[in-house]
Structures are given as structure tokens and as C-alpha cells.
């Protein structure tokens, strides 16, 4: 059983930080490209960020130079350092990856449950 428990969030003021992480849970399990998503009242969820086991990063634009993902791959893990916060930001972020069961030649695409960030102005 595979599980992607998510931690941080809250409630910050615009200009603040907050820092969001993520673990894949289980046994005999590799994560492959972990991301964050996020959906704001009445709007589509959008990717935020994702990031490969290689280390490669894709950022929704406009989240650039704000906000920083990084992995440790060993643990499956995976976190969304996030500064500078606007109100525009505030959404439920969900933790997304794709992993690998072993013997297993596909992935599937594991979510969190969803962790809240608000941002006052």
C-alpha cells in the first residue's frame, strides 16, 4: 500500500514563506517524478512544480524564482520551499508521483491528500 503523506501548509502573511514536504510511504517502492500541484476555489488544478529523479526541475511560471522543489531520492521524498507569498498563491497543494512497485515495468501516479496554504494580504 502505497501512501504520500504531506506535511506544512497554513496560513501566512503575503511576503512570507512557507515549506511543504511530501514522503512516499511503502515498501519496495521508487519514486520517479515527484511535483506539487495546487487547486484554488472554483479553479483547475495546475502544476507547481515537479522534479525528476535525474534532478530535473519544471516550474509553472508563475512560481519561478520564488518558489524551490527539491527530492531526496533515497527516502522518496520531496519538498516545496515557497517565498515570497501573494495571495494568488493560496490553494490546497497536492502532492503528486509517479512510482515504480518492484517488478513492476509501469508506474502510477500516487496523490496526497491535500494540504491547505493561505495567504493574507
Known amino acids: 500500500q502505497v501512501q504520500l503523506v504531506e506535511s506544512g501548509g497554513g496560513l501566512v502573511q503575503a511576503g512570507g514563506s512557507l515549506r511543504l514536504s511530501c514522503a512516499a510511504s511503502g515498501s519496495n517502492l521508487r519514486a520517479d517524478i515527484m511535483g506539487w500541484y495546487r487547486q484554488a476555489p472554483g479553479k483547475q488544478r495546475e502544476l507547481v512544480a515537479s522534479i525528476t529523479r535525474g534532478g530535473s526541475t519544471n516550474y509553472a511560471d508563475s512560481v519561478k524564482g520564488r518558489f524551490t522543489i527539491s527530492g531526496e531520492n533515497a527516502a522518496n521524498t520531496v519538498s516545496l520551499q515557497m517565498n515570497s507569498l501573494n495571495p494568488e498563491d493560496t490553494a490546497v497543494y497536492y502532492c503528486?508521483?509517479?512510482?515504480?512497485?518492484?517488478?513492476?515495468?509501469?508506474?502510477?501516479?500516487?496523490w496526497g491528500q491535500g494540504t491547505q496554504v493561505t495567504v493574507s494580504s
Open positions: 503528486s508521483a509517479n512510482i515504480f512497485l518492484r517488478g513492476s515495468l509501469s508506474s502510477t501516479t500516487y
